[in-house]
């Protein structure tokens, strides 16, 4: 088993550092002369690293939190204050953000193929290793953001789980929380799987789920307790800044509203994305209780889809969150292809109207932003209803490796 593993894992890997080399060319085939022309836009290169480096202050060493505001949670702010000192070491005087990007695209290198070590020792069968190892999200979002921690620890959660070892799953979700919010959708399910696991004793199953919740109170608590006390209005920054943002060019109500189909302002969307979310989840887990009620873990993949169309900020990389779980738990494969089709087409959609902004070309309208995002959004509407009606994936109910 150990060989049969070895030997595929050196042709995965090998794909998926190509993968990831095409990613770093996507970002940083740009930075030689600056971003000009709003070549950042039209050549589809943004990263937030870039201006991470000097408006966070990366370039100065400052402490997120402690002595710098920092828009992100704190093992994210963690991960980008190591990323910067490792760049201002490695380059000295010479490093600016082009050398931060290469580091960030490195970690973020590391972090996917962790990903693909992880579920080829689950066993997971290999056109879905296939799927991860040639990811196209993994070109357009590598050095785009910070996502791929949480994203890493959620699926180190979800198999977790489906070893049964729910307090570990738990502890995993809540760090991947403390990352990148996201994650936090799992421990429902965790606790809803300790509540109707197999111990008939009620009480056991009950003290179950209370060790899944401690385990994740404690996880997340001993992360931001010391930052919270020691910085207290730079630490719920993140918290501030997703109640007050208004949402994003790609996001369901920002294109309602774009199209004049219903207009909203902050406190409503914050409201019925809220309530749309809630609504939809329950749904969710209420129909797919009969069919995953053994591994109500697999619900997280519609359940994340579905915050996902309800909730008022998309930024481009958030479909890099989904995808690994698409891999995993797909029960069919054209939804996620479409998908995929969906998330190139709105990256550049949502790009290009920026190029248009600038005043650059090629550019896109908000016409075209709804086009590709009805494109993906029916492709996500596709694998909720798939996944919660149809039984899961071969590789996920055979015993683990």
């Given amino acids: 088993m150990i060989q049969r593993i070895d030997g595929r894992m050196r042709v995965l890997a090998l794909a998926m550092a190509l993968t990831c080399l095409l990613g770093w060319l996507f970002k940083a085939h740009c930075m030689a002369h600056g971003w000009v022309a709003a070549i950042q836009y039209t050549s589809g290169c943004y990263s937030d690293a870039v201006p991470f480096w000097g408006q966070r202050h990366v370039d100065q060493g400052l402490i997120p939190y402690l002595q710098t505001p920092m828009e992100y949670p704190v093992l994210t702010g963690l991960q980008i204050w190591i990323e910067g000192a490792a760049t201002r070491a490695l380059f000295g005087i010479s490093a600016n953000d082009a050398g931060f990007l290469g580091i960030v695209t490195l ?47 959620a699926v180190a959660a979800m198999l977790a789980a489906r070893r049964q070892r729910l ?62 006390l020691a910085a207290s209005e730079n630490w719920s920054e993140f918290y501030r800044f997703s109640q007050e943002r208004s ?41 797919g209780w009969r069919q995953h009620q053994a591994r109500l873990w697999v619900l997280f993949t519609p ?84 996944t919660v009606r149809l039984p899961a994936p071969a590789w996920i109910t055979r015993a683990s490796a």
């Fill in 303 to 386: 359940v994340l889809a579905w915050f996902m169309l309800t909730n008022k900020v998309w930024s481009p990389q958030f479909d890099l969150w989904l995808y690994p779980l698409l891999v995993m738990t797909a029960p069919r494969f054209k939804p996620l292809a479409l998908f995929v089709i969906g998330d190139v087409a709105a990256y550049f959609a949502e790009f290009w109207w920026f190029a248009g902004m600038s005043g650059a070309w090629p550019y896109a309208t908000p016409h075209d932003i709804l086009l590709a995002a009805s494109i993906r959004g029916v492709a996500m509407l596709w694998v909720i209803a798939d």
């Fill in 167 to 228: 307090v570990l799953a738990a502890t995993l979700a809540a760090l991947g929380a403390a990352a990148k919010l996201f994650p936090v959708l799992l421990l429902p399910l965790i606790g809803l799987s300790a509540l109707a696991g197999p111990e008939p004793r009620w009480r056991a199953r009950v003290t179950a789920a209370a060790a899944c919740t401690l385990a994740a109170i404690g996880a997340w608590t001993a992360v931001n307790l010391p930052v919270a």
């Fill in 247 to 287: 949402g994003t060019a790609a996001s369901t109500w920002e294109i309602l509203s774009t199209q004049q189909i219903w207009v909203t302002g902050i406190a409503e969307r914050n409201l019925y994305a809220t309530l749309a979310f809630l609504g939809g989840a329950a749904a969710i887990v209420a129909l």
């Fill in 107 to 153: 970690v973020n290198a590391m972090l996917a193929g962790m990903i693909l070590w992880m579920l080829a020792r689950a066993g997971m069968d290999r056109t879905r290793l296939w799927l991860w190892a040639a990811a196209p999200p993994l070109i357009l979002y590598l050095g785009h953001n910070w996502d791929l921690g949480a994203a890493t620890l």
